[in-house]
């Protein structure tokens, strides 16, 4: 990173510095009843009927490493929408920092840097917790995290591009309720996509969790996924980038005019 965006990558994490006690509470307990209610719970009922299309492992194990996905696109979405709202419309920061010698690119760039290292935080804990519930081992748990933050990148660039289209905070609103939500539940997180109806199978084949969730059980897991990982990998990479391109257009739209 070059020194001008990471000015602003500086000016963010001075920010957190004072507020991490407010999110580290629900970075620890958000993993920890998920597992237990989900791995753990459902997954005693689920495991006493053995199932082939589990790759011949326990609930809790196959359920761990999507949830880890799924809590990469949640943060990454997260922290994509609302401090970009926050930046351009409630409290102005971003129109401020137009101001100085920063440049849109700046902003952008350190923002994203910002969000990969505050996914790195909350997947690491989130892997951490996987291992206190005997759900992976120290070496998977740690290779498990390197897709689930590069899910969690994959939703913040378009988040943010969307925040920046954005006029009010609605809409950010109404897309984690009838976007990020249904994702959660339909993505292949808690169960094979298989299982959906056909037309929701190829429509879950198109969605960024799914490529996320089948990227993070196949390398830290080492099963079979649906696709070869280079095109998860590829997919991921893809929609971030137009994400990436997006935000910039929409944060110079509203910036430099």
């Known amino acids: 990173m070059t020194a001008r965006p990471l000015r602003f990558f500086e000016g963010q994490a001075l920010n957190y510095s004072r507020v991490?006690?407010?999110?580290?509470?629900?970075?620890?307990?958000?993993?920890?009843?998920?597992?237990?209610?989900?791995?753990?719970?459902?997954?005693?009922?689920?495991?006493?009927?053995?199932?082939?299309?589990?790759?011949?492992?326990?609930?809790?194990?196959?359920?761990?490493?999507?949830?880890?996905?799924?809590?990469?696109?949640?943060?990454?979405?997260?922290?994509?929408?609302?401090?970009?709202?926050?930046?351009?419309?409630?409290?102005?920061?971003?129109?401020?920092?137009?101001?100085?010698?920063?440049?849109?690119?700046?902003?952008?760039?350190?923002?994203?840097?910002?969000?990969?290292?505050?996914?790195?935080?909350?997947?690491?804990?989130?892997?951490?917790?996987?291992?206190?519930?005997?759900?992976a081992d120290p070496g998977n748990a740690v290779l498990a995290v390197f897709p689930a933050v590069l899910t969690g990148l994959t939703f913040a660039a378009p988040m943010a591009a969307f925040a920046s289209w954005l006029e009010d905070d609605t809409g950010l609103t109404m897309v984690f309720r009838f976007g990020i939500v249904p994702l959660f539940l339909f993505s292949g997180t808690f169960f094979p996509i298989e299982q959906l109806p056909d037309f929701l199978e190829g429509l879950a084949y198109a969605t960024p969790l799914f490529h996320g969730v089948e990227l993070t059980r196949s390398i830290a897991l080492g099963i079979e996924s649906a696709l070869p990982t280079w095109q998860h990998i590829t997919y991921l990479l893809t929609v971030m980038v137009i994400g990436a391109l997006l935000a910039h257009h929409y944060l110079t739209k509203k910036l430099r005019t």
């Open 20 to 135: 991490w006690r407010a999110s580290i509470f629900t970075n620890f307990l958000n993993p920890v009843l998920y597992l237990a209610a989900m791995g753990i719970g459902l997954g005693s009922l689920v495991d006493r009927n053995p199932s082939a299309e589990f790759g011949g492992l326990g609930y809790l194990t196959w359920l761990a490493r999507g949830l880890l996905a799924a809590a990469g696109m949640q943060s990454g979405a997260s922290e994509g929408s609302f401090p970009v709202m926050l930046g351009l419309k409630w409290i102005k920061t971003f129109p401020a920092i137009m101001n100085t010698p920063l440049s849109v690119s700046d902003l952008l760039l350190g923002l994203l840097s910002w969000i990969a290292v505050r996914l790195f935080m909350i997947c690491g804990i989130f892997a951490a917790i996987l291992v206190l519930f005997d759900a």
